[in-house]
């Protein structure tokens, strides 16, 4: 295990942000620099903290060869529970651990002036979010995951319902209760799991590679799923259970919406990828309707949030909301992705993950520029912004390119390989031909945005004296679009700690017998036979 | 010879002439001190007890009974020196705050 | 040269990026505009570069035994390996080098892209010089030569998906170049998202050729398709999948259906409309089809299809390029016209003929661009038609230039346009389909109209500047020689009408180069007849080595039949030469009377048969209100009825256990507390409050009970 400075790592990456929180707590709420500094460098801290995780990821003596988690913390916690404190990380929560640490600081830091009051609860809220976030991705214990689920929820609630606008106390509490009524229904079903293990094997254990090991009874995983469902389609969110988020990241602080469309949605998708799909596979496979023996219950709303998200965005009057909305759309594609269950595709799905949080990351706090200068949000408000700020109107090119799948940008790996992968199950192809129409209203609504903001004169005397970004605002897209562009044309750089945890999702969902079904590649590509799926009555013999 | 007696009659009279204060006297200050009688009045009982029965335990708890009572002083003194702030008097007979 | 063959896209990615840099950092920290000879010392080198290293390359290319033209070079692994699951059941290794592909078919089109890309880039020079945007003009022009040249320059599918994206995006930037102007902003955003409908074309193309090859590599999979049959009697995979990749192609190269933003994206700055609108991106969609030649020509009923679109687009738009007024307009009408021939080419199963026309129709297409450009400036950008005449005068040299251009396109013989347009009609009519043959004979004659319409209105006649009521007045941007040459022609009004004036050295000298290449680019593709072997398609032969065999219709040695077709094609020519002649120059028809005589058919033809309305009300409006819709769905139905409505639901429960709870439990406890009152009444006597005299009572109880004890204990 990986300590540094005596401290097991993953604990050390997981609390740092603790204790800044206390720190701050400690700290005169008058001296606000000091206030914002200490925030600041206690998330620079945890980020730099985090790349050691990166660097030694591959080091054997730090990975359990059995379940090829990294850097495990295994310690008894309540013994009379059978819960253990258990953290470990594999490449999927790797990247997602990245990434909170990167956006968790990126949005303490575009926070320095748009926060007037409160600034001391208002930091401190924020570094304790984020280590609700990263204990979530950490957890392998079930009992563990919850509690840190949860703790990720009051701060959130809080950050909304404090520092919101118009209608933040509504959207915080549509926040609150939407996503805890699904976390109740996912603790539901983790008791479920619980006792059913417990009855197989007489061990009582919360622990989750040890529920992997057995399977369930597939009356016990049809309501487990449903219940699992409910909780992780309300937090990615999933077709119809997305109106909250809409509301919470209209009226959510900047920083507050760049973490929840950066990270808090990923926990969704997370939970799906991580627990729902290996622990019931064989209900996993009956909803996604992998196979045809079943209706695709699940690839309808992947698809129907795909395609409602992006028309709904498509007439937006609110900018904030239209991103919002792009995200139930982008979401969808993820969903999409991981739900087909194919290599391919579960690798773009998490990739896509990683993909949204930079991009709509960046377009959240790119609304939060130009609504800290002038405090609407309305984008008939706006236009010709490309005058007056001629950098922004760049980054804002580069991220809506990156949000509508340019190649050469992040957005396009992940949607290309959640497409392709899906189409390479023939029962699901389908849908995979379908989800291509959201990428054009992807670019329509994108662009009308960009034209409508950007473009034309500037009509509104009201934004001729805008400033474009300063220094610090500038720096925070930094690291986004380098990233952006990595994904884009590097992206194996991540996909390659992707490949061990999918294929065991994979091999889990659909049997590990599903790789085994290997001919030569040689003979499929060069053998004379006709094309699968043609029908050729009679057979002519080949040209050549 | 004192003998155990002896020391039982002057705790007797100590404490009596703590009640006394306790009840009847109108200062705080002194109703306090009248306090700190009647602990030294079950002191010298623990000490004389002790001395009879041949048992420190006795003495060991006089040393306790000391730390409590400079502790009880400490509060009360706390609490004398707050109320006087709020209602600037310290007579007892003015001060009714537990009534309904 | 040909290891430093990925330069070639890098430069003027390079280029793009340092332009656009340095240009962001002067306008945001300096405050000031980018030096312009700074700017286009980068853009214009970097391009001049890449075309010589192009130049270099193909020379060595050409050097190397001819069934051995083909150089791939990997730059790095892209999308790494991944097993993918093949509807045969196999599994391959999805893996996606990004790497450059140099055979005859891209030499062909990086030396056009270069080359017309380096006279341009000259051009704007001079063309944009006075524009505020200057440098951004060029970081997205030089942008847009790195995506078409690895377009061109893949060797699989998503790298050429790459370029084809990339080539889009910069056309959405370029078009929306003026962006102040609503106009260009809807016209970018229209081909941008035209485009991308064909798009989704392609991109399931692409994955039925991944999930059927097991591999996106051009050689890997057409060498796999080359051993299949070809699809005759059944829409099998390989017709799937070609057609998904010609909807691609329509939407790129602006054909039926998706032709409508071709027109619109005359909006950009002139040069943008030579580069990308007529002589290179639009021409994507042909590369493309070209290219996978092995896949089309095993799909007849795929082949039937890009031909019936070809020769229908070509028609539908030389028809409506018969009276527009808009000088730019008439041209974009022109090249969707020839693209279709270009498809009809490539539907008749003469992918080399079709190329031929992609890289003779580059020349003229530009150079008739790039004059409209020059007239439009010197007209002080006016671009209406009715406003021009007699300019011959005034701009010789444009003048001259643009003849040629007009004769190349008109399919004169001895120009370029003649030898690729026969060799199109040629083989049409060759290989069987008569009826495509004669509908591409007709828009030949159409296309030599309308150009000589253009020729005529512009050049000759009465100028008709001089009367216009107002001088041109156009502040949107000012480009070069505003108010130097203003005289006061104007009689009666007293307002100084600004004469036409010949553009500078920048502007002419591209002009004369891309006249002289339209003179001469065809010759490398004469006719069989002539000089034996056709030099082009011997040239192009390992481009179609997995091409199906055609079936042969037996015209190849007829001779004497392709020298009669030539003959009648240059007939229709001349003829329709002739009638713009008459009509324009010897009645000296005004583009206002033919609104007059013409009526109905006028209005359809002038309004492009209504084609963006029909699309407005089908299509944009039902979108937008399907979005507007699911909005008030979302809002009423969703949030409202789902989730506010449980929430009211829960409230209104809520408030029903409130009233419970207010009078039912609550007065249970309220009854107790009632009654505790009461009897406090009787007891709170005793609480004086007072300390002593509870410690009274607490005494007296110790007595008391120490006096019982006693008592008792006796």
């Not at chain 3, 107790?672 to 009787?682: P, V």
Request: glycine share 10%.
């Amino acid at each position: 295990m990986l300590h540094v400075m005596g401290i097991p790592i993953l604990n050390l990456v997981c609390y740092v942000p603790l204790a800044g929180f206390f720190i701050i707590l400690l700290l005169d709420r008058k001296s606000v620099t000091a206030i914002k500094w200490t925030a600041n460098l206690v998330a620079l801290l945890d980020f730099i903290l985090s790349i050691p995780l990166i660097l030694s990821f591959n080091n054997p003596s730090y990975t359990d060869p059995l379940t090829n988690f990294r850097y495990i913390i295994k310690v008894p916690w309540i013994t009379s529970l059978g819960a253990q404190y258990y953290f470990g990380i594999d490449g999927i929560s790797l990247l997602l651990i990245m990434l909170t640490t990167l956006l968790g600081f990126i949005a303490v830091l575009s926070s320095w002036t748009a926060i007037e009051h409160r600034v001391k609860e208002y930091y401190a809220l924020l570094l304790l979010l984020q280590t609700g976030m990263l204990g979530t991705f950490m957890a392998l214990d079930f009992f563990l995951f919850y509690v840190f689920w949860e703790i990720m929820l009051v701060p959130m609630y809080f950050l909304i319902g404090v520092w919101g606008s118009e209608r933040r106390l509504y959207s915080a509490i549509k926040f609150f209760l939407y996503t805890l009524a699904g976390s109740v229904l996912m603790l539901l079903g983790i008791l479920a799991l619980y006792f059913d293990y417990g009855r197989q094997t007489g061990v009582y254990t919360f622990n989750v590679i040890e529920l992997q090991r057995i399977g369930f009874p597939f009356g016990l995983q049809y309501w487990v799923f449903l219940a699992f469902f409910v909780g992780f389609a309300i937090k990615v969110p999933m077709f119809p259970f997305h109106t909250w988020l809409p509301d919470a990241h209209t009226d959510a602080p900047t920083a507050g919406s760049v973490i929840l469309a950066g990270v808090l949605l990923k926990m969704g998708t997370y939970g799906f990828v991580r627990f729902g799909l290996p622990l019931l596979p064989d209900a996993s496979r009956y909803f996604i309707g992998i196979g045809g023996k079943s209706f695709p219950w699940m690839m309808w709303l992947c698809i129907i949030g795909i395609i409602y998200g992006a028309l709904v965005a498509l007439m937006q009057k609110d900018w904030k909301r239209l991103v919002a909305y792009s995200s139930v759309s982008h979401l969808g594609f993820c969903m999409l992705g991981i739900f087909a269950a194919t290599p391919v595709a579960v690798q773009g799905g998490v990739l896509q993950m990683i993909n949204h949080g930079l991009s709509t990351g960046a377009l959240f706090l790119l609304v939060g520029n130009v609504y800290e200068r002038r405090h609407t949000r309305l984008i008939s408000e706006y236009g010709g912004l490309s005058h007056i700020m001629p950098l922004y109107a760049t980054i804002f090119l580069i991220m809506t390119l990156s949000s509508i799948g340019m190649p050469g940008l992040n957005g396009f790996i992940g949607e290309f390989m959640i497409l392709q992968g899906t189409f390479s199950d023939p029962t699901l192809r389908i849908w995979s031909g379908v989800a291509v129409v959201g990428i054009v209203l992807g670019a329509a609504y994108m662009l009308w945005l960009f034209q409508r903001t950007m473009f034309g004169e500037v009509t509104n005397p009201k934004n001729e004296l805008l400033d474009d970004l300063n220094f610090r605002e500038a720096f925070c897209y930094v690291p986004l679009i380098i990233l952006s562009f990595w994904i884009g044309l590097y992206p194996q750089t991540f996909l390659r700690y992707l490949d061990d945890p999918v294929n065991r999702v994979v091999s889990k969902v659909r049997g590990s017998d599903y790789f085994k079904l290997s001919i030569p590649v040689a003979d499929a590509t060069t053998s004379p036979t006709v094309a699968p799926g043609t029908v050729v009555a009679d057979r002519p013999a080949p040209h050549r | 010879m004192i003998t155990t007696s002896h020391y039982l009659i002057l705790s007797t009279i100590i404490l009596t002439i703590g009640i006394v204060g306790v009840l009847t006297r109108r200062n705080v200050l002194i109703v306090l001190m009248s306090i700190e009688l009647i602990f030294n009045a079950v002191n010298i009982n623990l000490v004389a007890f002790s001395k009879q029965l041949q048992n420190t335990i006795g003495q060991v708890f006089v040393v306790f009974v000391i730390t409590v009572a400079a502790a009880e002083a400490a509060v009360g003194l706390g609490i004398v020196i707050a109320l006087f702030r709020n209602k600037e008097k310290i007579n007892l007979d003015e001060i009714d705050l537990l009534k309904w | 040269m040909l290891k430093y063959l990925w330069l070639i896209p890098l430069l003027p990615l390079a280029g793009s990026a340092l332009i656009g840099l340095i240009g962001l950092y002067r306008v945001r920290v300096i405050g000031r505009k980018p030096n312009k000879t700074l700017v286009h010392t980068i853009a214009v080198g970097a391009v001049a570069i890449a075309c010589l290293l192009s130049l270099g390359a193909i020379h060595d290319l050409m050097s190397l035994p001819q069934d051995e033209r083909v150089y791939e070079t990997v730059s790095f692994t892209w999308i790494p390996a991944t097993p993918l699951k093949l509807t045969n059941g196999a599994w391959a290794t999805f893996k996606v080098d990004w790497a450059y592909r140099l055979d005859p078919l891209s030499a062909v089109m990086i030396f056009v892209v270069t080359f017309v890309g380096f006279l341009i880039h000259v051009y704007s020079i001079g063309y944009m010089y006075e524009d505020s945007g200057y440098w951004r003009f060029f970081a997205y022009l030089n942008l847009f030569m790195f995506a078409m040249l690895t377009l061109v320059l893949g060797n699989n599918f998503l790298i050429l998906f790459v370029g084809w994206e990339g080539v889009g995006l910069c056309s959405y930037l370029l078009i929306g170049f003026y962006f102040e102007k609503k106009s260009a902003g809807d016209a970018g955003k229209k081909a941008f998202i035209v485009n991308r409908i064909g798009d989704t074309g392609f991109v399931i193309a692409m994955m039925l050729i991944a999930v059927t090859f097991g591999t996106l590599n051009f050689e890997e999979v057409f060498r796999a398709a080359g051993a299949w049959p070809t699809e005759t009697m059944t829409w099998g995979l390989l017709t799937g999948i070609t057609l998904f990749l010609f909807l691609g192609a329509t939407g790129k190269s602006a054909q039926i259906p998706l032709y409508v933003w071709l027109p619109d994206a005359m909006e950009g700055p002139t040069p943008v409309s030579a580069l990308i609108h007529a002589a290179t991106m639009v021409t994507a969609g042909v590369y493309m089809v070209v290219r996978c030649n092995a896949l089309f020509s095993r799909a007849p009923h795929t082949m039937a299809i890009v031909a019936g679109i070809g020769v229908a687009t070509a028609i539908f738009a030389a028809t409506i390029g018969f009276f527009q007024r808009d000088i730019k307009r008439v041209l974009a009408y022109s090249t969707v016209s020839q693209l279709g021939y270009m498809f009809t080419a490539c539907g008749v199963g003469t992918f080399a003929a079709g190329l031929f026309h992609v890289y003779t129709h580059a020349f003229f297409k530009a150079l008739l661009f790039l004059g409209s450009g020059s007239v439009i400036m010197g007209m002080h950008h006016e671009q209406d038609m009715a406003k021009m005449g007699g300019l011959r005068k005034y701009m010789p040299w444009t003048y001259a230039t643009m003849l040629i251009g007009t004769l190349a396109i008109a399919g004169i013989p001895g120009l370029a346009g003649f030898f690729s347009k026969d060799e199109i009609l040629w083989r049409a009519y060759g290989g069987g389909h008569k009826i495509i043959w004669f509908v591409a004979f007709l828009t030949a004659g159409c296309t030599a109209f309308y150009m000589f319409r253009l020729i005529f209105l512009t050049f000759f006649g009465q100028p008709r500047f001089l009367d216009a009521a107002e001088p041109a007045e156009e502040s949107h941007h000012s480009h070069g020689g505003h108010g130097q040459d203003t005289v006061h022609g104007g009689v009666g009004h007293g307002h100084g009408v600004r004469l036409p004036h010949e553009s500078p050295k920048s502007m002419i000298i591209p002009l004369v180069v891309l006249a002289v290449g339209s003179i001469v680019a065809g010759y490398v593709g004469m006719p069989s007849y002539i000089t034996h072997t056709n030099l082009w398609e011997h040239f192009l032969d390992p481009v179609f080595r997995y091409q199906a065999p055609v079936s042969d219709h037996g015209g190849h040695d007829a001779a004497s039949t392709e020298i009669l077709m030539t003959a009648l094609s240059v007939l229709i020519a001349g003829a329709g030469i002739f009638l713009a002649y008459w009509i324009y120059n010897r009645r000296k028809t005004q583009p206002a009377d033919e609104q007059r005589s013409l009526g109905v058919v006028y209005q359809c033809f002038f309004n492009k048969y209504y084609v963006d309305q029909i699309y407005d009300a089908l299509i944009i409006h039902r979108t937008k209100d399907l979005g507007t819709g699911l909005w008030a769905f979302d809002r009423n139905v969703i949030d409202g009825l789902g989730v506010n409505g449980s929430g009211w639901v829960t409230r209104s429960l809520g408030r029903l256990s409130g009233v419970f709870d207010k009078y039912i439990v609550d007065g249970a406890v309220n009854l107790l507390a009632w009654m505790a009152d009461r009897f406090s009444y009787i007891f709170r006597r005793i609480q004086t409050g007072l300390v002593q005299s509870y410690a009274m009572v607490i005494m007296v109880g110790v007595i008391a009970f120490f006096s019982l004890y006693m008592y008792l204990s006796k």
